[in-house]
């Protein structure tokens, strides 16, 4: 199935791709540590006896878990949302707002997310917008997320919480170099901070990064796979944009 939110470095274009290098058999513990929009999670056919889906980003998160657990409350905050520049505006600057409840916080979050440009939560999108079939799509979501442990955590802790000789982590950070695309901070020493921790779990590791010089050095002990895929933004205005990426694996 598809992912029922876009995000800035979504992997919709490479889930399949990603997924075809996964270890065989399918691991006990599946655990996406940077989720995003978790593209490869809803692709998966398998499902591990343990899923895990983390994301430092809490508004992602409570997004996430109001899905799972107040579907139907959240349906009914959207449904009548209207795809206008003023009410965009207006949750773009509610959402620093107290009072709030967390299923009126993830429904405009849900709002910011469908209706800007790149999915970017910021700008205004000026283009038409469906949110009638999305916003019945969820109910397929928290079908699928009913036995996800959904997580908000540094990656340090989470991995090793779940890190055993049967875990597989899927691992997609900001790009080096990208980081001011992205809410929260993620530094140069979070890119090696999190390369020392990979190097010494017990389970099994696949990593998406940008095709970089620092990075191939970060990690020149590892498998690394080139592979590329079409720039979904750029192609809307100029045909054969590619975009070089990496798969980096301790198998």
């Known amino acids: 199935m598809n992912s029922f939110v876009s995000r800035i470095g979504g992997k919709r274009l490479l889930s399949k791709t990603i997924i075809s290098r996964f270890p065989s058999p399918f691991p006990e513990r599946y655990i996406e540590v940077f989720g995003g929009a978790g593209w490869v999670m809803f692709a998966l056919q398998n499902i591990a006896k343990l899923e895990v889906f983390n994301d430092i980003d809490g508004q992602l998160i409570n997004l996430f878990r109001c899905v799972k657990y107040h579907c139907e409350e959240l349906q009914k905050e959207i449904r009548w949302a209207l795809n206008s520049r003023e009410i965009f505006l207006d949750f773009?600057?509610?959402e620093r707002c107290r009072g709030l409840t967390d299923i009126q916080r993830a429904a405009r979050y849900f709002v910011?997310?469908?209706?800007?440009?790149?999915s970017d939560a910021r700008s205004y999108g000026c283009s038409r917008r469906n949110l009638h079939d999305p916003v019945e799509?969820?109910?397929a979501v928290q079908d699928r997320l009913r036995n996800t442990v959904i997580e908000s955590r540094d990656f340090e802790p989470l991995i090793k919480t779940y890190d055993r000789a049967g875990s597989l982590f899927y691992l997609d950070p900001p790009y080096h170099g990208t980081e001011g695309y992205y809410p929260d901070t993620f530094s140069e020493d979070d890119h090696k901070?999190?390369?020392?921790?990979?190097?010494g779990i017990k389970g099994r590791f696949i990593l998406s990064y940008n095709d970089d010089s620092f990075i191939r050095e970060l990690y020149g002990g590892f498998?690394?796979?080139p592979i590329s895929r079409q720039n979904s933004l750029q192609t809307r205005y100029q045909a054969g944009g590619k975009f070089k990426e990496l798969l980096i694996m301790n198998y």
């Open 92 to 94: 773009r600057e509610q």
């Open 193 to 199: 901070r999190l390369a020392e921790i990979l190097k």
């Open 112 to 118: 910011l997310i469908k209706e800007s440009y790149g």
């Open 223 to 225: 498998s690394i796979e």
């Open 137 to 139: 799509y969820l109910s």
